[in-house]
């Protein structure tokens, strides 16, 4: 049978193209349901408290550079949504006086806005390396301050970028979910050529490197409901964004679903196709599936359930 047409934007695959059981077992999950999901080289973890969970994203940053040395470089590779880790990040380097510098520690910037074929300068006011400086790298003591060749964003040559996976291991790359189930920039394709009608299978969109990205109408309506009091104009419709092959050289994919940025329906469909090895390209995050050690994280009360309720 052929697959449905997008319900939000026809010309585009996305979630709503999925198998229809999928979507019905996905809306039925419990919180009890969602927590049984893990399996080896899927976990599911709750949180109670934002508090708790914005500490534990904050605590895989000074994790991993802990582990850093000289000889042996390491980092990890961060999101801008969530950016409430940030500041706590700055708190815990300067409150254990962790020399980033002696360590060589490394950090990776996941995306980046572009317009007019460029990515934004740190000028723009919606620029993911402005807030990822401001909210966390300005802040910490200069005593402890990373380098800044070590600061990475795919904002220059995307090429070096992406080859600075394989000069230092990224132990964990961190994420956010957007309602069209992406990490990153990862956006499912426009439905054309070769994928009129089907999608990328799984293999090919996991040759994707880093790259610009047309983004899907529903990326753009969730960021300026996110980040720009709902002006859809002020947001850009391309982005820069790291690749599968830079992430599958994470050791480790950790996801934060505080429950900002995707819904009860969303958190829900994504666990339950990585868990169940379901990687459809239509639903980028599900690719994760064949990703060997993948972390969900989830503020518990967010969670909330998939059903009718009138506002």
């Not at 970028?161 to 992406?182: P, T």
């Not at 391309?238 to 429950?259: F, L, M, N, Y």
């Amino acid at each position: 049978m052929p697959r449905p047409i997008s319900k939000v934007a026809p010309e585009w695959w996305d979630y709503t193209t999925v198998d229809s059981q999928i979507l019905e077992d996905a809306a039925r999950l419990s919180e009890h349901d969602l927590l049984q999901l893990s399996r080896p080289g899927f976990a599911v973890h709750f949180y109670e408290t934002l508090e708790d969970f914005y500490l534990a994203e904050a605590l895989e940053y000074i994790t991993c550079w802990k582990q850093s040395t000289p000889a042996k470089p390491c980092g990890i590779c961060g999101p801008i949504g969530p950016t409430e880790q940030l500041p706590l990040v700055a708190r815990l380097v300067n409150a254990l006086e962790l020399d980033l510098k002696k360590l060589d520690a490394h950090f990776w910037g996941m995306d980046e806005w572009v317009e007019k074929g460029k990515p934004v300068s740190m000028d723009h006011p919606l620029s993911f390396a402005k807030a990822d400086m401001e909210m966390c790298f300005n802040r910490i003591d200069k005593r402890f301050a990373m380098p800044t060749q070590n600061i990475h964003f795919p904002t220059g040559d995307l090429e070096a970028y992406s080859n600075a996976y394989d000069d230092v291991q990224c132990l964990i790359m961190q994420g956010g979910q957007g309602e069209v189930k992406h990490w990153a920039f990862n956006d499912p394709p426009r439905r054309e050529g070769a994928y009129k009608d089907n999608p990328p299978p799984p293999s090919e969109y996991r040759k994707l490197k880093t790259r610009v990205v047309d983004l899907h109408p529903m990326t753009v309506i969730q960021n300026a409901r996110t980040s720009g009091g709902g002006y859809v104009a002020g947001v850009p419709t391309q982005a820069c964004s790291v690749g599968p092959v830079e992430t599958w050289k994470a050791k480790q994919v950790s996801i934060w679903h505080a429950g900002m940025h995707d819904n009860p329906f969303g958190m829900r469909l994504t666990a339950l196709m990585i868990s169940k090895r379901l990687p459809d390209s239509a639903v980028p995050m599900s690719l994760l599936a064949e990703h060997p050690n993948v972390h969900f994280h989830y503020y518990r009360p967010a969670i909330g359930t998939v059903a009718a309720e009138m506002h």
